[in-house]
């Protein structure tokens, strides 16, 4: 049960949140405030004053208290940033409620845009890794029994100093949904489980010449689409050496089979890679689009739609290259910031727990870390869903990006080869050259690093001079 402090400033931000009080306005005065909660007001004062200090909300002399611009942006010391910011499930706020009654002492935020305590996807969490708290000091003893967790979604956020910045809540590897209705049309077979590369590039010519190229695959310019085919051809961005530093590997042989692919992809679909992050791909739902390339969390998405006549299977194998795919995790983490050691340990215990694990799993949303809860939550009986219990070990998480400046400059001039016709062997060079001088500029002991940061995040002039 939460303190009567706690309940008004609930009130408050729950207002703020949901638009009752937007921003700009002003707030109630603390006599209606007190009368609508139930409480003293010389506790809604002090709620009052707390937001003030929050950055929340300013008071204004003989004036009153108003929603402060850029509310959104602050970080409150016990707030929790839930799930995937976009991705709506019917169970969330069964979800919520669960985590309410077993951490009274956060408050999940619906619209900050930062937490205390936040699940981040992948890539999210490695771009900011120095912002996020060690959490080795804190994990449960059990965390390393592998028979009880899975060991293997670890890779990629723990450091070689042992320093772990995310832990691993969910993960799944990325497959194949496939239309059955739409590969009929066009006379095709259904994929096999070890389909090949060039199978996939036969489906994909048939269906472009009946369907738009919105109606054929899900390409996008977003690197959870195009890692995986990197991945697949064995390469890879990054390398991680056992001293700490990176190794580029975007100019190797493998990583430029990659590219070459995806070039192959795009000319084939005529894409401008223009679908978008976040947005919920109902037209596959709809049955109106015939391969869909997504994790776990997608066929969540897609139970009890009413379009049912689809399958799944892995990712087509490319010659010479891997069956691995880009693992996608969402990662337990705690800011910097979080001085109450007590209250990182019993969240972490929370999400970590049986109940919590076990509600995942029942609702499919990606793989539980915990081996019990996936295990029960695994539909064995569906193909469809099995594909993710043979899959689950091939994934990668190692994009070992640790700067949202490397990986603007990584990403956009990835995506501008892909969009080339040009053999992509000398701008692959060109990037390459563009990454290391990066990487050195931001070594820990350049003085610039934290004083004068590159504006990169905000604009492309750098990576547009090299590549």
């Given at each position: 049960m939460k303190d009567k402090l706690s309940q008004v400033r609930e009130f408050l931000l729950d207002g703020i949140e949901s638009g009752r009080f937007p921003t700009g306005s002003k707030l109630p005065g603390a006599r209606d405030i007190a009368a609508e909660v139930g409480a003293s007001f010389l506790l809604v004062q002090h709620a009052v004053s707390s937001l003030e200090q929050d950055g929340i909300v300013e008071c204004v002399s003989r004036r009153g208290t108003y929603v402060r611009t850029g509310w959104e942006y602050r970080r409150i010391r016990n707030h929790m940033l839930l799930l995937r910011p976009g991705i709506l499930m019917p169970w969330q706020e069964e979800f919520r409620n669960l985590l309410a009654e077993e951490l009274p002492e956060i408050r999940l935020a619906r619209n900050f845009d930062e937490g205390m305590f936040e699940l981040r996807v992948t890539l999210y969490l490695q771009e900011h890794r120095d912002e996020y708290l060690d959490l080795s000091p804190y994990l449960p003893e059990e965390i390393y029994d592998e028979n009880r967790f899975f060991q293997f979604p670890f890779r990629g956020f723990r450091e070689p100093d042992g320093r772990v910045f995310g832990i691993p809540f969910i993960f799944s590897p990325r497959v194949v949904f496939y239309n059955r209705e739409m590969l009929a049309q066009c006379n095709l077979p259904?994929?096999?489980?070890?389909?090949?590369?060039?199978?996939?590039?036969?489906?994909?010519?048939?269906?472009?010449?009946?369907?738009?190229?919105?109606?054929?695959?899900?390409?996008?310019?977003?690197?959870?689409?195009?890692?995986?085919?990197?991945?697949?051809?064995?390469?890879?961005?990054?390398?991680?050496?056992?001293?700490?530093?990176?190794?580029?590997?975007?100019d190797s042989p493998e990583t430029i089979r990659g590219i070459t692919l995806l070039q192959e992809l795009r000319r084939i679909l005529q894409s401008t890679g223009e679908e978008k992050p976040g947005v919920p791909p109902a037209s596959f739902w709809r049955g109106t689009r015939a391969f869909q390339i997504a994790d776990r969390e997608f066929y969540s998405q897609g139970r009890n739609r009413d379009f049912d006549n689809w399958g799944a299977v892995p990712l087509p194998l490319i010659p010479g290259g891997t069956r691995l795919t880009a693992q996608a995790t969402d990662l337990i983490c705690v800011r910097k910031e979080c001085v109450d050691e007590a209250l990182i340990r019993k969240y972490l215990h929370c999400l970590l727990g049986e109940r919590v694990q076990n509600f995942i799993g029942r609702h499919r949303y990606g793989i539980p870390i915990r081996i019990s809860s996936a295990m029960a939550g695994i539909d064995r009986s569906d193909p469809r869903d099995r594909v993710f219990l043979e899959e689950m070990k091939t994934v990668s998480a190692e994009y070992n990006v640790d700067s949202p400046i490397i990986s603007t400059v990584l990403h956009n001039g990835i995506c501008r080869i892909i969009a080339s016709d040009d053999p992509p062997e000398a701008a692959a060079k060109r990037l390459a050259a563009a990454i290391r001088i990066v990487m050195e500029t931001l070594r820990p002991d350049c003085s610039q690093r934290a004083e004068h940061p590159l504006p990169f995040s905000n604009n492309q002039l750098f990576y547009r001079r090299w590549i």
């Open positions: 259904e994929p096999e489980h070890d389909w090949s590369w060039e199978s996939f590039i036969h489906a994909l010519r048939q269906l472009r010449g009946r369907f738009n190229m919105d109606q054929v695959l899900n390409f996008n310019e977003y690197p959870y689409f195009w890692m995986n085919f990197l991945f697949r051809a064995g390469g890879k961005l990054l390398s991680r050496q056992p001293d700490g530093s990176c190794k580029v590997c975007i």
